[in-house]
């Protein structure tokens, strides 16, 4: 039974020199994607957030709910805008949660910038659900 062939039985071969540039570079390094509006991911307590605006804000909840003015939070909660539609459109909301005083329940997103795409599904949600999206 022949033994498997080694790296360093290539690199001890001809064929080595024929394909140096196979073993002798390194591997490009990944370059890490920019965000598009210039966030950069945040981890606070073992959750990663889109952006340091929304890791504040969620560490700021956090607060309110152990105080008991609020309840039932939830990150990343998805609305089906076009339900029965040809194309999908969901809008995720960073936040939504329960003011324990007044029964409400708040929908919040964490903007730096108002785009287009989000004004349309703002407007969406306060046609389709009556409920008016909060930017903090």
Do not use: C, W
């Not at 959750?47 to 003015?69: H, M, N, P, V």
């Not at 809008?91 to 005083?101: K, L, M, P, W």
């Not at 407007?123 to 009556?130: A, C, F, S, T």
Request: aromatic share 8%.
């Amino acid at each position: 039974m022949k033994r498997p062939l080694t790296l360093d039985d290539i690199r001890n071969s001809a064929v080595y020199e024929l394909n140096k540039h196979l073993f002798d570079k390194p591997a490009p390094a990944k370059e890490k994607k920019r965000h598009k509006f210039g966030a950069s991911r945040t981890e606070v307590g073992g959750e990663t957030f889109d952006s340091k605006r929304e890791a504040k804000r969620y560490a700021e909840l956090r607060i309110l709910q152990k105080a008991g003015k609020i309840g039932m939070l939830a990150r990343q909660v998805d609305y089906e805008l076009n339900a029965g539609g040809s194309h999908s459109l969901v809008y995720r909301a960073d936040f939504v949660y329960i003011e324990v005083e007044t029964g409400r329940t708040i929908v919040e997103d964490a903007k730096g910038m108002l785009t287009r795409e989000y004004k349309k599904k703002k407007r969406l949600m306060k046609q389709i659900y009556g409920i008016e999206i909060q930017e903090v």
